[in-house]
């Protein structure tokens, strides 16, 4: 289906991009010229009407654009790689519901499989056969776990797998690594705290201390630290957690040897290893960051493009890990709309299409080259600004440095990038709204979209940097 669009990025076309980039145009090149469009008044309106009803006006915090300027974009309809908000504005999105949407929007054969299951009802509350095809399905093309248990969401997978580390290890400690994300579970909603203490900090109201006293925060990238946390407390600690591929605090891509390390280190320790992949799973490869950089950890979690843009997350392991989880072990965990099989339907036809040949193939070689052009163009320009990338994730990072740790990040790339984000939105282009957001690019993005949106980051990046 896309890959006839993503044959077009031969030789040739990246060098018309790059024209159209580096200002080149001829009438053979047509690009057209952005216009300053947007008029964000029904969206204000709404968001108004909204803080009546709702915390921030929002349910989910950086939905609020707290980090940029205006107010949300009330988004109405969702089409390929195009949003269309409630002033009727256009955008091409790189933000694809923060992950989940690797087909894009509104799928056509999602969309047909979820109304064609809707059909027959919404929910039972008991096992059904789309919870089986799809848990094959997903089994099948990843050796990397040999059961899973669905949830309802990432942050439910990720609870439910410290749960079950806990459970199998008899041990209560847990140590993160400052930087990454894993949604907010009481337990992880805590940075280093100062001084010497690893023990974590809440950053969250409402978190008991003594949660956080469980919770040790070490940096990423930094194997001094990881063996002296685990050389001291691997007798109380059931696991270390980290998003192998850091993805919401910026891209930290960590080398495959500090992975690996980690992976030794755990197995030596007698400590389970997680790998949090809500972000990463599905997105890098069918087998996420586990098949990526060929490592084996003890328990997966997965959330986002599991779902294919429903409520769905899951988390996975060997048999054996998997024996512990109720109603086989002693570690509870239910849910009451767990495998939804309308959610299973979405999830269902999602993945089988990123089984299809050369899938990833093409989506990742059209990401390497969006990130290329971006950033040949910030150096002929001598901007600081490098685009670290993997599979089909990109960040903007203001900095020529590259960066493996969150303290690297300087604050005033955010600055630059509040600006940059208004001026994308005047031209029809959307990222997430907090310059810690990655952006996604989905196999909908077609050629003229990611011209445009190339043209429109040049002509955006020209004024940050005025
Ligand atoms: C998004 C995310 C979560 C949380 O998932 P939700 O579905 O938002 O609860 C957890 N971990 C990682 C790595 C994520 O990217």
Not at 182 to 201: E, M, P, R, Y
Not at 291 to 318: H, L, W
């Amino acid at each position: 289906m896309s890959a006839c669009i993503f044959k077009l990025f031969s030789y040739s076309y990246r060098i018309l991009i790059q024209k159209a980039i580096f200002g080149f145009r001829s009438n053979q090149v047509k690009i057209q010229f952005m216009q300053k469009i947007i008029k964000r008044e029904k969206s204000a309106e709404l968001f108004e009407e909204a803080k009546q009803y709702f915390p921030g006006g929002v349910n989910s915090p950086v939905r609020a654009f707290k980090s940029v300027s205006g107010p949300p974009l009330f988004i109405k309809k969702g089409d390929s790689c195009i949003l269309t908000d409630e002033d009727d504005n256009q955008y091409v999105d790189f933000c694809c519901s923060w992950g989940p949407l690797i087909l894009g929007h509104n799928n056509p054969r999602v969309r047909e499989f979820v109304i064609e299951t809707v059909k027959d009802g919404t929910s039972f509350g008991t096992p059904t056969k789309l919870g089986n095809q799809l848990g094959k399905l997903i089994l099948d093309n990843n050796k990397y776990i040999e059961k899973l248990r669905f949830v309802s969401s990432g942050t439910e997978a990720v609870m439910s797998a410290l749960r079950l580390a806990r459970g199998v290890t008899g041990k209560n400690k847990v140590i993160k690594f400052e930087g990454c994300y894993h949604g907010h579970v009481d337990s992880l909603l805590v940075k280093a705290g100062s001084g010497l203490a690893t023990f974590g900090v809440s950053t969250s109201a409402g978190i008991p201390e003594s949660f956080a006293k469980e919770t040790i925060v070490i940096p990423l990238d930094d194997r001094a630290a990881l063996s002296a946390a685990l050389e001291k407390y691997a007798s109380e600690t059931a696991c270390v957690i980290i998003e192998p591929i850091p993805a919401n605090n910026g891209l930290l891509l960590q080398d495959k040897e500090f992975l690996q390390f980690l992976r030794d280190e755990c197995t030596k320790h007698n400590v389970l290893l997680i790998f949090d992949e809500v972000i990463s799973g599905f997105r890098v490869g069918f087998e996420g960051a586990a098949g990526y950089y060929g490592i084996q950890p003890d328990i997966i979690t997965y959330g986002k493009i599991i779902g294919g843009g429903m409520p769905v997350g899951a988390y996975g392991a060997s048999k054996e890990i998997m024996s512990h989880i109720a109603p086989d072990g002693a570690v509870y965990q239910a849910g009451t709309l767990s495998a939804n099989p309308v959610a299973m339907a979405a999830g269902y036809a999602t993945l089988q299409q990123l089984l299809l040949p050369n899938f990833y193939e093409n989506l990742n070689h059209t990401t390497k080259l969006f990130a290329k052009v971006i950033q040949d163009f910030a150096e002929k320009m001598g901007w600081e600004i490098t685009v670290p990338n993997i599979g089909s994730i990109f960040w903007l990072n203001f900095s020529k440095e590259r960066i493996t740790r969150a303290d690297q990040i300087q604050a005033e790339g955010m600055e630059k990038f509040k600006v940059l984000h208004h001026e994308l939105l005047q031209r029809g282009v959307y990222l997430g709204p907090s310059g810690y957001e990655v952006g996604f690019i989905s196999a909908a993005h077609d050629n003229d979209s990611l011209v445009k949106a190339l043209t429109a980051l040049q002509e955006s990046l020209e004024i940050v940097y005025k």
